[in-house]
């Protein structure tokens, strides 16, 4: 048997395989045995996306080129635009997100547009069949009828990983890509976080110490880039939180088990001067109840005062996945220095998505090749 056919044949199983396994079995599998059912098998790179331990340093490397890429081409006018627009031209795209969503929303709805894709978007639950009792299941083998590409946010933690158990099921095996599942992760802003780190150092992200600062128990955004550290040599990571909002053992253990040094903190003003990136999250209290409420009021040793701007690296960076509040003095965001790059991580956030979507649909090539 050639390789080619060993290639081929394996794909097959795989194939056959995630059409008998059940939800209770796939569930409980390991992610490394998961990801088997999830990333492209002949490109190692993700078709459904649900979490950042799926991506390797290959793939993001080529993400972040690819987005590079996107970008100039866009910016070479009618040209640049109509190639890209042609790129998915035909297809159509179901933003299903229910709960709220401001950037990943408009981000994705952008670089869908960008990319020539028609889009539908589902964003109230109490409008589409699941409020009639629907099942999850049902909804997402519905929505496949219609669209060839499906982004999700649910407060579910589960609920995008049993969409793509169905979609495996299915003879409309389209890609889904978690936009945020629960406190759990949310893979598409690591994914803008890394690029921003990227773009902030200039393509050299190894040995950077990272401070990530606030609510690193409920935030699905620190959990998902923390994950991503794997792929990066001597990085460092400070957590600075609340003693009961604190990074969970499961991202602990994680890290630990990857060699990836990590010290918890309580003040953050101590460890700024140590920092290339500092990462600020909101406090997430939709999710506070009984007696955790109150935990919305983050003391001062979280916050980031103007004058810490003082403290930092010259060359460092100040993150925020946003949407912000307090956390950060409200100046700072309209200050001018260049260390602050939230609204250029926004930004950055449209064109790591594009990059994703050409990269499931394997239109990166086309994109690499182009010249402007
Ligand atoms: N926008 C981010 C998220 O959806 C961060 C946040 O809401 O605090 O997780």
Same mark, same amino acid.
């Given at each position: 048997m050639t390789v080619k056919n060993l290639i081929e044949n394996n794909r097959g199983i795989i194939k056959e395989r995630a059409r008998q396994i059940s939800w209770l079995e796939f569930a409980a599998?390991? $992610? *490394?045995?998961?990801?088997?059912?999830?990333?492209?098998s002949k490109t190692g790179n993700p078709f459904h996306v649900l979490f950042a331990q799926?991506?390797?340093?290959?793939s993001l490397n080529l993400l972040c080129q690819v987005a590079d890429k996107a970008r100039a081409i866009h910016k070479y006018r009618d040209e640049g635009r109509r190639f890209l627009k042609n790129l998915l031209f035909g297809t159509?795209?179901?933003?299903?997100?229910?709960?709220p969503s401001t950037r990943t929303f408009l981000s994705f709805q952008t670089a869908q547009e960008i990319l020539g894709m028609s889009i539908r978007d589902i964003r109230d639950p109490n409008t589409s069949s699941e409020a009639k009792g629907e099942t999850l299941e049902?909804?997402?083998?519905?929505?496949s009828s219609y669209v060839d590409l499906m982004i999700m946010r649910h407060p579910d933690e589960r609920a995008v $990983?049993?969409?793509?158990?169905?979609?495996?099921?299915?003879?409309?095996r389209i890609p889904i890509i978690n936009a945020g599942s629960g406190k759990d992760q949310h &893979?598409?802003?690591a994914l803008t976080d890394i690029y921003t780190l990227h773009k902030s150092f200039d393509g050299k992200i190894d040995s950077r110490t990272i401070v990530m600062c606030g609510d690193l128990q409920r935030g699905r955004t620190v959990r998902s880039l923390s994950y991503l550290m794997r792929n990066y040599q001597n990085m460092k990571l400070i957590f600075v939180s609340p003693f009961r909002l604190r990074m969970e053992n499961d991202i602990k253990n994680f890290l630990d088990?990857?060699?990836? &040094?990590?010290? $918890?903190?309580d003040n953050l003003e101590k460890v700024i001067s140590l920092a290339d990136a500092i990462y600020m999250t909101r406090i997430q209290d939709e999710w506070d109840k009984g007696k955790e409420q109150g935990v919305q009021s983050v003391g001062p040793k979280y916050k980031f005062k103007k004058e810490y701007l003082n403290l930092m690296k010259e060359d460092a960076v100040l993150m925020h996945p946003l949407p912000k509040r307090h956390e950060i003095d409200e100046e700072i965001g309209y200050s001018n220095d260049k260390r602050v790059v939230f609204w250029r991580q926004e930004r950055n956030g449209m064109w790591i998505r594009v990059a994703l979507i050409a990269v499931i649909?394997?239109? $990166?090539? *086309?994109?690499? *090749?182009?010249?402007?």
């Amino acid at each position: 048997m050639t390789v080619k056919n060993l290639i081929e044949n394996n794909r097959g199983i795989i194939k056959e395989r995630a059409r008998q396994i059940s939800w209770l079995e796939f569930a409980a599998m390991e $992610e *490394k045995e998961k990801i088997i059912f999830l990333n492209n098998s002949k490109t190692g790179n993700p078709f459904h996306v649900l979490f950042a331990q799926q991506f390797s340093r290959n793939s993001l490397n080529l993400l972040c080129q690819v987005a590079d890429k996107a970008r100039a081409i866009h910016k070479y006018r009618d040209e640049g635009r109509r190639f890209l627009k042609n790129l998915l031209f035909g297809t159509y795209a179901l933003n299903f997100i229910i709960q709220p969503s401001t950037r990943t929303f408009l981000s994705f709805q952008t670089a869908q547009e960008i990319l020539g894709m028609s889009i539908r978007d589902i964003r109230d639950p109490n409008t589409s069949s699941e409020a009639k009792g629907e099942t999850l299941e049902d909804s997402v083998r519905t929505f496949s009828s219609y669209v060839d590409l499906m982004i999700m946010r649910h407060p579910d933690e589960r609920a995008v $990983e049993k969409g793509a158990w169905v979609l495996n099921k299915s003879d409309r095996r389209i890609p889904i890509i978690n936009a945020g599942s629960g406190k759990d992760q949310h &893979p598409t802003q690591a994914l803008t976080d890394i690029y921003t780190l990227h773009k902030s150092f200039d393509g050299k992200i190894d040995s950077r110490t990272i401070v990530m600062c606030g609510d690193l128990q409920r935030g699905r955004t620190v959990r998902s880039l923390s994950y991503l550290m794997r792929n990066y040599q001597n990085m460092k990571l400070i957590f600075v939180s609340p003693f009961r909002l604190r990074m969970e053992n499961d991202i602990k253990n994680f890290l630990d088990r990857h060699h990836i &040094p990590y010290q $918890e903190e309580d003040n953050l003003e101590k460890v700024i001067s140590l920092a290339d990136a500092i990462y600020m999250t909101r406090i997430q209290d939709e999710w506070d109840k009984g007696k955790e409420q109150g935990v919305q009021s983050v003391g001062p040793k979280y916050k980031f005062k103007k004058e810490y701007l003082n403290l930092m690296k010259e060359d460092a960076v100040l993150m925020h996945p946003l949407p912000k509040r307090h956390e950060i003095d409200e100046e700072i965001g309209y200050s001018n220095d260049k260390r602050v790059v939230f609204w250029r991580q926004e930004r950055n956030g449209m064109w790591i998505r594009v990059a994703l979507i050409a990269v499931i649909f394997q239109k $990166e090539q *086309k994109i690499l *090749k182009y010249t402007t």
